[in-house]
């Protein structure tokens, strides 16, 4: 086409230009569900083809491709005059308008009106630079890609953070100029080699490389109003939020507050939330906790209200102030432990542990035979433990259907306590075991078990809560038996011996507690089996109460 045509092909409706668009295939218009976001898109991929069109020379396509945009461009003004994008946007068609314009040889634009073919002469299509220019103008179209996208970054800085700060991109760009300048001068050798001194395709690259100080500097600017926008309002919501928090004015009375909350914390952290301390401690907790809510509230309300409704505020408060002697907690720390904590879920979560040790109380306790003998009264403690515990488990939960199951736990109880006390009467001291082979006599074996237990009263941990004074020991295991070996020779190096130990205690003087144990010797190669005992320690669950005048007062 030539470009007198190109011109009368400016002057069509845009109506008449977007349909060719359509029909070529070059650009759909949006759906209008999509939105002016839709538009948006579909308005920047139309000026990308446009762009991709006048550099290929394919002019009147460009121009198709321009006018399509334009349309578009104008419904995303009618729709949202202030959208973001709608600038950049309207930039880039101007320039492109301008540009395909030259390349075409006229100053009509796609929504102006061209002058009559008539009245310019027609002008022969340009020929195109050399293949080796053509070769050579593609590492200047790398480099010209690498400034664009520092720009599109620097667009990006504008709206939100990116790990690299926009001075970075201002030197990505600067740093490019020279490589951009060199490329340039290439294309121009290689094309002025083959007779080519002067070609649009020359002036538009010069046309780049002389806009790019001013746009450099255009865009420095903008980017410094956005961020002394952006900080000034970073600014205003600091001060917002310091005001809304309140710095620390009176020193003393938020070191007060201070400890007074810390305290409260540490409690709670001693006392409510590990499984096994409240286990131990049973129903007492309860009553503890209920003294420490009441203590805790005032003082959390108090502090939240001083000094701000999370941790970041109360850091802000607290910055400047000292901690207070004996206190670990930071203030910040403190209130994120405070303000965290929720009475309703705490009280679930121990019913919820104080149901599931019942249950496994329960289920050992009914595990246990009824002809076993030494275990009726585990069997008896266990069925009295899931009473408790479900008990206990009402008091953290009173709304929980726990009844049914405390029934079926009193039973439990009251069928093993009588077989227990049964047993009791008849459970006697077996006394050492008459196929013991040594070395050593079983007699001084036990007296030193005794001794060792006297000298050692931490041994391990008692399972009865009373005190424990050995008694009276008998030896149970039949010799010595190999407890560890050496790992390349097999060797042994240290030996034990199964014994049965009672122990007095002075919650009930008529009972006994007997335990099942280990004593082992000293960990050392060539050790042998025998005395003297360097450990000793109780097996699990292994023990038992007697009445004392069924075990033998030693000698």
């Not at 045509?5 to 109506?15: E, L, M």
């Not at 740093?175 to 060199?182: E, K, M, S």
């Not at 409260?264 to 401690?281: I, R, W």
């Not at 939240?304 to 850091?315: A, F, S, T, W």
Request: charged content about 30%; aromatic content about 8%.
């Amino acid at each position: 086409m030539s470009i007198g045509k190109c011109a009368q092909a400016v002057i069509r409706p845009v109506s008449v230009v977007i349909l060719a668009a359509v029909l070529g295939g070059w650009v759909a218009a949006p759906a209008s569900a999509g939105g002016v976001d839709d538009w948006v898109k579909e308005a920047d991929k139309t000026l990308r083809n446009a762009e991709r069109l006048m550099f290929s020379r394919q002019h009147t396509q460009a121009l198709e491709q321009l006018n399509a945009a334009d349309a578009l461009l104008k419904k995303i003004e009618e729709a949202d005059a202030e959208h973001a994008k709608l600038k950049t946007l309207r930039s880039k068609y101007e320039k492109l308008e301008k540009d395909l314009a030259r390349r075409m040889g006229t100053g009509a634009s796609p929504s102006g009106t061209a002058p009559p073919a008539a009245d310019k002469p027609k002008a022969d299509k340009p020929t195109a630079l050399p293949y080796e220019a053509r070769q050579a103008m593609s590492k200047f179209q790398d480099v010209k890609g690498s400034i664009e996208h520092a720009y599109q970054m620097i667009e990006l800085l504008k709206t939100r953070e990116l790990s690299k700060p926009v001075e970075d991109y201002y030197k990505d760009i600067e740093d490019q100029f020279p490589a951009l300048d060199a490329a340039l001068k290439n294309v121009r050798e290689l094309a002025a080699a083959k007779g080519v001194e002067s070609h649009p395709d020359l002036d538009e690259a010069q046309a780049y490389i002389d806009a790019q100080p001013e746009r450099l500097s255009k865009i420095k600017t903008e980017m410094a109003a956005v961020q002394k926008e952006k900080a000034a309002k970073e600014a205003e919501e600091k001060a917002k939020a310091e005001q809304k928090a309140g710095k620390v004015t009176d020193v003393a009375q938020a070191q007060e507050d201070w400890k007074a909350l810390a305290a409260l914390c540490d409690e709670y952290q001693a006392n409510f939330q590990s499984e096994s301390d409240v286990k131990k401690k049973g129903a007492v907790i309860h009553k503890a906790w209920g003294d420490w809510k009441q203590r805790f509230e005032p003082v959390r309300n108090r502090f939240r209200e001083r000094y701000g409704d999370d941790n970041v505020k109360v850091y802000g408060a607290f910055e400047d102030v000292p901690k207070p002697e004996g206190v670990e907690l930071e203030a910040a720390l403190a209130a994120n432990v405070a303000y965290g904590i929720d009475f309703a879920e705490r009280e679930r979560r121990i019913a919820g542990w104080a149901e599931g040790w019942a249950k496994d109380a329960l289920r050992t306790s009914n595990s246990i035979p009824v002809d076993n003998k030494e275990k009726l009264e585990l069997k008896y403690a266990r069925a009295e433990g899931a009473v408790k515990y479900y008990k206990l488990a009402q008091l953290w939960n009173p709304d929980g259907k726990y009844d049914d199951a405390i029934q079926k736990a009193e039973a439990a109880a009251a069928e093993a306590l009588p077989l227990w006390k049964e047993v009791l009467k008849d459970l006697t001291w077996p006394g050492h075991n008459k196929d013991y082979a040594g070395p050593g006599k079983p007699d001084e074996i036990a007296k030193a078990a005794l001794e060792f237990l006297k000298e050692h009263p931490k041994w391990t941990a008692p399972e009865y809560d009373d005190e424990h004074v050995p008694y009276a020991a008998c030896v149970e295991g039949k010799d010595w038996e190999v407890w560890k070996r050496a790992p390349l020779t097999q060797e042994p190096t240290q030996y034990c011996l199964e014994v049965l130990v009672a122990f007095e205690g002075k919650a009930d003087p008529d009972l006994v507690y007997v335990y099942h144990m280990v004593f082992y010797t000293a960990e050392a190669a060539g050790v042998k089996p025998g005395l003297p005992i360097k450990y000793g320690s109780s097996k699990q669950y292994a023990s038992f109460r007697m009445l004392k005048d069924n075990v033998p007062k030693p000698k």
